[in-house]
């Protein structure tokens, strides 16, 4: 079975561009989340969805971050303006519910870089 | 409040021997789950093993065992006869069946040498 699918998997861009990721979750998967991870906040959840609807995005760190999943494949994480400080791994992870004995599963993640 | 405590920044362990990579967990719920994920240097999340609290008996998958203690609050990870390609930075994390976020320990930097 395929596991979370993430693109890009390197995204270096300048400061005051927009920034797309994307997430394609594993199939049969009701539950969508994104991550951030950085050295010194460690993996931070920014927002998750549950059957295409957001449930929690009070992770997300201002406005000019914005989720979507418009159907259950496919979901994006935009930054518009990006800034330097948003430079983190990003991470997809998806599971069949959110309870004690589910785990999430990960995808290899997008490195972001903002110059 | 949830709370994940990983001491250990960092371990060395032999090639072949067994390592123990610590874990505490804080919470007031009586159902939830523990879980181990490992993240090598190219950098993607790889679940490993899971306990939940009402298990009776200790989780193991393979070469990897969880060392649950509950009344001490702790789900330390027993890595059996290790191998270069075990090291990694490993994470503890917990979810409640009250909350709906998988909270993250610090992770511990394992260094395996031969």
């Known amino acids: 079975d395929a596991g979370v699918i993430q693109s890009p998997r390197h995204e270096v861009t300048e400061m005051g561009q927009e920034v797309t990721l994307r997430c394609k979750p594993i199939s049969g998967h009701d539950y969508l989340f994104w991550y951030r991870q950085t050295m010194m906040r460690g993996l931070e959840l920014l927002i998750y969805?549950?059957?295409?609807?957001?449930?929690?995005d009070s992770g997300m760190p201002e406005d000019r971050f914005s989720a979507k999943m418009p159907n259950a494949s496919f979901s994006t994480l935009k930054i518009q303006p990006s800034e330097p400080r948003d430079s983190a791994v990003y991470f997809c992870?998806?599971?069949?519910?959110?309870?004690?004995?589910?785990?999430?599963?990960f995808g290899d993640g997008t490195r972001l870089s903002i110059l | 409040a949830q709370k994940i405590t990983q001491t250990q920044p960092g371990m060395f362990v032999q090639e072949k021997e067994a390592v123990t990579l610590d874990c505490t967990y804080d919470t007031s719920d009586p159902s939830y789950g523990l879980f181990w994920y490992k993240q090598p240097s190219s950098g993607e999340m790889i679940f490993l093993i899971y306990?939940?609290?009402?298990?009776?008996q200790n989780a193991t998958e393979g070469r990897y065992s969880l060392n649950f203690q509950k009344a001490r609050k702790s789900a330390n990870l027993v890595i059996s006869a290790s191998q270069l390609g075990d090291s990694a930075m490993y994470f503890c994390a917990m979810i409640t069946d009250n909350t709906d976020k998988l909270i993250f320990g610090t992770g511990t930097r394992l260094q395996v040498f031969p």
């Open positions: 306990q939940g609290s009402y298990d009776q």
């Open positions: 992870a998806s599971s069949s519910r959110v309870v004690s004995n589910q785990p999430q599963h």
């Open positions: 969805f549950n059957n295409n609807v957001p449930i929690d």
